[in-house]
């Protein structure tokens, strides 16, 4: 798994709780890495001996008291965490990766979102898991702003991840949205380099 992976998953993370809280991206990315990745570890922050319950006091104070239901993944939490912090102590830069990601989907959130919905069929964007929803705005910014990234990157990437924090139905789900987001994407690419099928 490459540093990538790691960064993406803070991105999601941060983007979930930005979602439930409307608060500024910046400082959601702070706090989240604060209290999640870089500060004392969790059990020890609330003085609990059972790690799982310190993790979910965090995580509902990070996310307003949301309980999210299709927030539950296929991994334990606690040792998902406790891996983010190994990797971002080994390998600092994948948190200014995160950190670009919420910031370019924060910058075209709009933009996003309107190709989130258009490909989405029989989807309205506030009616989608909340973790499906993020991961999409996630690959499609990255398919946006990262031409370097191949797209099968990306669409594998964001399969991945919504496997491990969705549902049994994210994979599926996200992968038929953003194949439909790619190929517009790219169409878009190739009218603006003037190389359409048109004009070849």
């Known amino acids: 798994m490459g540093k990538r992976r790691k960064g993406r998953e803070i991105a999601l993370l941060v983007l979930v709780g930005i979602d439930f809280t409307g608060e500024d991206p910046e400082r959601a ?5 604060q209290e999640f990745v870089l500060g004392p570890e969790i059990a020890d922050t609330f003085g609990e001996e059972d790690p799982a319950r310190a993790f979910e006091r965090a ?10 239901a299709e927030f539950q993944g296929q991994r334990d939490p606690v040792l998902s965490f406790r891996e983010l912090r ?10 200014e990766f995160a950190r670009t990601l919420v910031r370019g989907v924060a910058a075209r959130r709009e933009e996003i979102d309107a190709l989130i919905t258009e490909a989405s069929e029989n989807w309205r964007l506030d009616r989608m898991p909340v973790v499906d929803r993020n991961v999409l705005r996630m690959a499609v910014q990255e398919l946006i702003a990262t031409p370097d990234v191949p797209p099968a990157v990306v669409l594998n990437e964001a399969i991945e991840i919504a496997r491990e924090f969705g549902t049994e139905a994210s ?12 190929t ?8 603006e380099r003037g190389t359409s099928p048109r004009s070849i």
């Open 29 to 33: 990315f702070d706090r989240f890495m």
């Open 59 to 68: 995580r509902e104070g990070f996310l307003g008291g949301e309980e999210v």
């Open 86 to 95: 190994e990797s971002v102590a080994a390998e600092p830069s994948m948190a």
């Open 171 to 182: 994979p599926a789900f996200v992968n038929g949205v953003l194949d439909r987001v790619a």
């Open 184 to 191: 517009r994407v790219a169409a878009g690419e190739r009218e």
